[in-house]
Every structure is written in structure tokens, then in C-alpha cells.
């Protein structure tokens, strides 16, 4: 009985392995970096698979139907390799993806996709803010993000900005955001001229920012602790891209003239007063 079953067993066995083979390589991309975490699979079989190791190297068992490995992997384009029998070890180089991502998000800690974001970001592109004429880059985000209140403090040019993000968060604090420029934190403190608040960011020019994203929610502490309690307004500006020199220009005209203007008496006429 032991002899049958001993017998029955390695013909059930040797049915199992019958026509498959085992294909080797590695994944790497079109710089030579190998790939770690790789997925291969059948085309026919998407149970059969397996993954390439630190070093982008795998191992796979095949079935002697399988004519297609299909190789994916996170950020680049899957891939679909014809095999064959007398093929035992393949290289395979795969290239990143060129479909359109998702619009990227800046966030306090890293980026995000904009689809898989839950915070509350508001997003000005530097074409929502550069046909703006203003004296400062926070008047341009005057009416653009809700939630965002912009007020100045007085009439004047260099005249300070007070920035309320969703209200008014303290009654004796300061209540003004936290300005971040590539990453640097701002000191956005008034100064103070002839007794009038000043803007201290007039420096910033707006044809020269790329993005703003405005940190409205509690993520924004995330990492700038109690600095962020008011919000975080986080500023990209333009850096320098491979393509051809350009060339842009950006001005403004207007006119202006007192108006309410105070009619004073000439000498004759101050005399008669008198």
C-alpha cells in the first residue's frame, strides 16, 4: 500500500513540474539603476508572479503556456516581454512614465497629489497673479482664495498688510500667517515708519513668484508648530529651466490726480476775512 501511494505521489509530482521553466535577469532603467521592488507577472496568469530584490534581480517559474511577462512598477510604464522556451535569463529596462500626473500640491511636509489631498490648500499659479498691478505680491491674492481676508492697515505704497486666514485666530496675539520663501520662513513683522506700519515684503517681486499655496487647516502645524497657528502661506518663486532663452516684460501705466482738493484764500481775500 505504502509502494502505490509512494508511486501515485511522484507521478503527481512530476505532472506538476512537467513544462514549466525558470527565467532569471534583472530590471533597471535606461540609466542602469536597477530596480528593487519590481513586480513580474504571466500575461495569461496574474497569480504566477514575483518581485525583484535589492539588487533588481528575480527568479521566475513559468508555465509552458506562458508566452508574455508583463513588468510593472510605481512611476513607470508597464512593460511586456515576450518569452519563449529556450530564453532562461532576460534584462529588462523599463522607462518612466510620460502620462500626465496629477497637479502637485505643496505642502508643509513634502508634495502631494492633488487628488489624494484632503487638506485645505488654496493654489495661485503665477498666471493668477501676474497681470495684477500691485505694490506687493499679498494684494494679488486679494479674491482668490476663500477663507483668505486681506486688508491694509493705510493708504500708503509701502503701507502694511494685515492677512486674517479664516478669521482672527488670537485676541492680544498677532493673527498674520507665516510666510515661507523656498522653504525659508519669512519674518513678517510690520515695521514701523513715523508711527505707520510697513510692509517688510515689498521686496518680493510677483513677476518673480511661481506658485502660492496657502496652508488654511490645522496640517499646517504639522511642522512649523505654533508659527503655523494662523496659517502658512508658502511661496515658490522661478528658477531656471532647460529651454531657450526668453525674454519677458512686465509693466504698468496710470494716472492719478488729487481729488477733494482744499480751496485756500489768496491775501485779498484772507484780509477781508479777517
Do not use: H
Not at 520662513?185 to 515708519?193: A, G
Amino acid at each position: 500500500m505504502n509502494r502505490v501511494f509512494t508511486i501515485v505521489f511522484s507521478l503527481l509530482m512530476c505532472g506538476s513540474a512537467y513544462g514549466q521553466w525558470q527565467i532569471t535577469g534583472t530590471v533597471s532603467d535606461p540609466l542602469g539603476n536597477t530596480i528593487p521592488g519590481a513586480t513580474l507577472t504571466e500575461k495569461d496568469n496574474q497569480n504566477n508572479g514575483t518581485i525583484t530584490n535589492a539588487s533588481g534581480q528575480f527568479q521566475i517559474l513559468v508555465s509552458d503556456a506562458a508566452k508574455v511577462l508583463i513588468v510593472s512598477y510605481i512611476g513607470f510604464s508597464t512593460k511586456e516581454i515576450v518569452i519563449s522556451k529556450n530564453v532562461k535569463n532576460i534584462n529588462i529596462i523599463i522607462e518612466e512614465s510620460t502620462n500626465l500626473m496629477d497637479e502637485i500640491m505643496v505642502v508643509g511636509y513634502g508634495n502631494s497629489s492633488k487628488r489624494a489631498l484632503t487638506d485645505n490648500i488654496a493654489k495661485l499659479k503665477s498666471k493668477d497673479i501676474s497681470d495684477i498691478a500691485v505694490s506687493n505680491f499679498q494684494s494679488t491674492m486679494s479674491g482668490k482664495a476663500a477663507g483668505v481676508r486681506i486688508n491694509a492697515t493705510n493708504g500708503k505704497v509701502d503701507g502694511g498688510i494685515n492677512i486674517s486666514v479664516r478669521g482672527t485666530a488670537s485676541i492680544s496675539a498677532s493673527s498674520q500667517p507665516l510666510y515661507v520663501l523656498d522653504g525659508m520662513p519669512l519674518i513678517n513683522t510690520d515695521e514701523s515708519s513715523n508711527g505707520a506700519p510697513m510692509n517688510p515684503l515689498l521686496s518680493l517681486n510677483p513677476n518673480e513668484i511661481e506658485s502660492i499655496d496657502i496652508l488654511k487647516d490645522a496640517s499646517s502645524a504639522a511642522i512649523y508648530g505654533a508659527r503655523g497657528a494662523n496659517g502658512v502661506i508658502l511661496i515658490t518663486t522661478k528658477s531656471g529651466k532647460a529651454s531657450k532663452p526668453t525674454v519677458s516684460l512686465s509693466m504698468s501705466t496710470g494716472i492719478s490726480q488729487p481729488t477733494n482738493l482744499v480751496k485756500w484764500l489768496n491775501s485779498k481775500e484772507y484780509v477781508e476775512l479777517f
